[in-house]
């Protein structure tokens, strides 16, 4: 498998840190259709807030361009990476852009390798692959968190490449391809590889990260049975996860988990699994909407008792995490709607948004006035922002960390 130049498609969290990541040893070229984001990383400028994307492209200019042509010009490998969302009338992914992608590709009259990293249903790349029989296509899972995207490269848990099993060559190259992404490893202990079929590969990424939504669901609920009952939940927390086979990680209570990844890929598994029989998976994702409504209604009736008219709550930060800068799904927003179906009197601290209002709330842009106009300040997780008007504060942060 000879490589010498490395098309990456799509320079959201996923294609960027693949792109970084290449960009160290080969001739790496970001494909994008937003000319915006295009010009800012041709200018050395980050639209991701993230210090390990920061510090390689100091390290070296990544090359970004809009023209598919030039992009496809004597490519060898091509990572997609592009947007795959969930399509809630159809119940699955749109795979639309992964489809455009591949027409390009066959129109540039180029046969390189083609790696998808972007989340797909089950069987989504075996139907690439008939569609388009010329293509060696092989889907290899991420398994980056948002803020590590590079760092989790650079020490993943384990590598997964899905090959077409009806052909041999195809698990040879799918071996190489794992060592490519294995060559860029730090990790002390040396990082398992699995190859596998596509099929396999792409259930690998559904499963896990509906586990993880299983998982902070759990917690959750843990939190919503012990602020109902008035029990320290930190202690309780604790005392599950001293119990080896639980564990004390990923177990920091939410106002529900959200992102792009945790609800799009639980309900599609969900879809996935139709006539077979399942509870947990359906019940994973409606724990999360329950979880929300909970926080909504347990914030209301903070309000009702007040039994002051003018009592107004303040929302710090729309993000789904902490110093994040993005705020697509986060469970917040949420919140947000939930309260104000309810009428209750809100603000918005969100420095992200240059507007005046947001969905018809107020948004003020300076903090200090930001606290001292809310009766009650509503944050997803603990900032240190927030340190000296903690008596306000209503958060379920037990461990004041993602």
Do not use: W
């Amino acid at each position: 498998m000879h490589i010498n130049k490395i098309t990456v498609v799509g320079l959201g969290y996923v294609g960027l840190a693949q792109a970084l990541l290449f960009n160290e040893d080969y001739n790496v070229v970001g494909y994008d259709t937003d000319t915006k984001v295009v010009a800012s990383l041709n200018r050395g400028i980050l639209h991701i807030k993230d210090e390990d994307f920061a510090r390689a492209l100091a390290r070296k200019k990544l090359m970004a361009t809009s023209d598919i042509t030039y992009a496809f010009q004597n490519s060898d490998l091509v990572i997609i990476a592009t947007p795959t969302h969930f399509n809630e009338e159809k119940q699955t992914f749109d795979l639309s852009s992964i489809d455009e992608t591949l027409q390009k590709i066959i129109a540039s009259n180029r046969s390189p390798l083609v790696i998808i990293k972007s989340t797909v249903n089950v069987g989504a790349t075996r139907y690439f692959m008939e569609k388009y029989p010329s293509l060696k296509i092989f889907f290899v899972p991420e398994f980056l968190r948002e803020g590590h995207a590079l760092f989790d490269n650079y020490y993943p848990a384990r590598i997964i490449v899905g090959y077409d099993k009806n052909d041999t060559n195809h698990r040879q190259i799918a071996i190489q391809i794992a060592n490519l992404f294995k060559k860029y490893t730090k990790s002390i202990d040396d990082v398992p590889l699995l190859i596998t079929g596509t099929l396999e590969a792409e259930a690998i990424k559904l499963f896990a990260n509906s586990y993880l939504a299983l998982r902070v669901s759990f917690f959750n609920e843990i939190d919503t049975f012990a602020l109902s009952k008035d029990l320290e939940v930190k202690d309780i927390i604790e005392g599950v996860g001293l119990d080896s086979r639980i564990g004390t990680h990923y177990n920091n209570p939410s106002f529900g988990y959200g992102g792009y990844c945790l609800p799009k890929d639980s309900k599609q598994l969900k879809a996935q699994f139709n006539l077979i029989p399942e509870e947990l998976i359906s019940a994973t994702v409606n724990a999360n909407s329950v979880r929300k409504e909970f926080i909504a209604n347990y914030i209301a009736d903070i309000v009702k008792k007040s039994n002051n008219k003018d009592y107004v709550v303040g929302i710090y930060r729309l993000t789904m995490k902490k110093d994040a800068d993005n705020m697509r799904f986060s469970s917040i927003i949420d919140v947000v709607r939930l309260l104000k179906e309810q009428n209750i009197k809100m603000i918005i601290y969100e420095p992200l948004l240059n507007e005046t209002t947001y969905q018809g709330i107020t948004l003020i842009n300076n903090l200090e006035t930001f606290k001292k106009e809310s009766s009650l300040i509503v944050t997803n997780r603990m900032h240190s922002d927030l340190k000296d008007v903690t008596n306000k504060v209503f958060t379920r942060d037990v461990y004041y960390r993602d």
